[in-house]
């Protein structure tokens, strides 16, 4: 998937394929990050400054909060001593941004035995209540979401409109590394 | 955490009287105006479209739903992408996904015997939110009342509706998490009323008795009482248990516990059953703006669903226990 998602951000994708990459993109967090990375890949590989429109710098930070504090020495960044002229900037960034996709594409680093990434707890992005990590649950729920929806207060409301978030069209793709 | 289905009495004293007065001038107070949500959408015959937005993701529906003799039925399809279908005829919902060959025929006789299920517990929804009128709005050429529940602690999210001023149909509801930012949104784009309606509509257009359709169906049955070989250990501010139910699986005849939580609008299902299969995995999972929570203990595999925070569903799920026998 993410050579596909590679692909959209080159315009090489038909458009039915282009249509059906973005919606994954649309439900799988994992490859909207992937999406951004290579946009500042390719900008970077044409020396372009990274548009500000993807604001790295919080989306980097963003990602730092929501990953588990691996508790592994790390050398220190060497500070540039010179002022940095904007390609340099550019290409350091690039290196910033293929590092973290590496990372983000192995789902995690892998800290080995007693790895801490089992037990860190990170916040939930959306709620700010902090969740222990939890990997991507790989069945199929479509009979739990019927059945929710059946004795959500919701349908009581609303009739049967809120079971289209139970009968969404399973993807047909392979699935994406379970992250 | 206490078991309470004696609600029914009291709910029933309030609609009755929250009914009479809608009749006579515009409701005051945003919780009358959700009770008269809960009873357009029972009593009306209507037809209409809306659409569906979550995330990237945006399918538009068709829907009707035509009252007679205290039944009702209803049919949703969905007008984007495959042509799936809901037909709910009385208890009976079945979901047909076209893609997989898939029919889910699901029946839950105790619905009706839950009243606490429907928004009009207004008690444990205060305790949980601040509801508020947010002025009118016009939505599918209607004008409508804005109701605002705005959550009182991150356990849950927090929901805006629009309802019809004349009909009290939900006619836009939209769910916001902590940042204020759109989790999902329902908006009709037509609506009609009555005679409108068209029976037509109510047809499927599949014929599932033909042989290449895979049915599962599941029958709820009321336990009548909290699970007796399950304890909740953890509990969640606001959410309390309103059901307890046995799910009969026609094919493998499996066997599950369903319990119930509600803070009065967002629900969470915990469904308890022996793994299907050997090195079942647990994990988190999310479906538009509905997220699910499996946990495996021992030989039990615990699923949480709900529309809500992932850590709310993970510390319902995690404190699932089952007693010693």
């Not at chain 1, 790989?138 to 079971?163: F, K, N, W």
């Not at chain 2, 992408?81 to 996904?97: M, N, Q, W, Y």
């Not at chain 2, 109701?147 to 929901?159: A, C, I, N, S, W």
């Amino acid at each position: 998937m993410d050579e596909e998602v590679s692909a959209l951000v080159d315009s090489a994708l038909d458009d039915a394929r282009a249509q059906h990459v973005a919606q994954v993109l649309g439900r799988d967090e994992r490859l909207r990050q992937s999406w951004t990375m290579y946009h500042v890949i390719g900008e970077c590989m044409r020396r372009e400054p990274a548009a500000p429109k993807f604001d790295i710098a919080a989306r980097v930070m963003q990602q730092l909060d929501t990953e588990p504090t691996v508790l592994a020495p790390q050398a220190a960044a060497r500070k540039p001593r010179h002022p940095l002229v904007l390609p340099a900037m550019a290409a350091m960034l690039g290196i910033c941004a293929i590092g973290w996709v590496a990372l983000s594409l192995q789902g995690g680093l892998d800290t080995g035995p007693g790895s801490v990434t089992q037990t860190a707890q990170y916040p939930d992005g959306r709620s700010g209540l902090r969740t222990a990590n939890i990997s991507t649950l790989d069945a199929p729920v479509e009979g739990y979401l019927v059945a929710h929806q059946g004795v959500s207060p919701r349908t009581g409301m609303q009739g049967v409109a809120p079971y289209v978030r139970s009968v969404m069209d399973v993807d047909t793709l392979p699935a994406v590394a379970a992250r | 955490m206490k078991f309470i289905s004696c609600r029914w009495p009291l709910g029933a004293a309030g609609l009755c009287l929250t009914l009479s007065v809608a009749a006579q001038a515009p409701p005051q107070d945003p919780a009358t105006w959700l009770s008269n949500a809960v009873h357009a959408a029972q009593k009306l015959s209507y037809s209409g479209v809306f659409s569906y937005q979550s995330g990237a993701r945006q399918e538009t529906s068709s829907v009707t739903q035509i009252v007679e003799g205290g039944v009702a039925r209803e049919r949703l399809e969905v007008l984007d992408g495959s042509p799936r279908e809901v037909v709910r005829i009385g208890d009976e919902v079945r979901c047909v996904l076209p893609l997989s060959h898939t029919i889910i025929i699901e029946r839950n006789r105790v619905r009706k015997s839950f009243p606490a299920l429907l928004p009009e517990s207004v008690g444990l929804l205060q305790e949980s939110y601040t509801l508020r009128l947010a002025g009118r709005a016009r939505i599918a050429g209607m004008d409508s009342q804005v109701v605002e529940l705005t959550p009182r602690d991150p356990y849950r999210y927090g929901h805006k509706l629009w309802l019809d001023a004349k009909s009290g149909l939900l006619l836009k509801a939209r769910l916001i998490d902590e940042q204020g930012e759109t989790l999902e949104q329902f908006g009709f784009s037509q609506v009609r009323y009555g005679a409108a309606a068209d029976p037509e509509q109510l047809k499927s257009r599949y014929d599932a008795s033909a042989p290449e359709w895979k049915i599962q169906t599941s029958e709820a049955v009321d336990l009548g009482a909290p699970p007796a070989d399950w304890v909740f250990r953890n509990s969640v501010p606001g959410f309390r248990q309103i059901a307890g139910l046995r799910r009969l699986s026609g094919s493998g005849g499996r066997d599950s516990v369903h319990v119930v939580f509600s803070d009065g609008i967002a629900a969470v299902s915990v469904f308890i059953e022996p793994v299907a299969t050997p090195n079942q995995a647990g994990g988190a999972k999310r479906v538009g703006a509905t997220q699910v929570y499996r946990r495996v203990t021992g030989g039990d595999m615990i699923t949480v669903v709900g529309e809500v925070p992932l850590a709310t569903l993970q510390r319902l799920g995690d404190g699932v226990e089952a007693k010693k026998r």
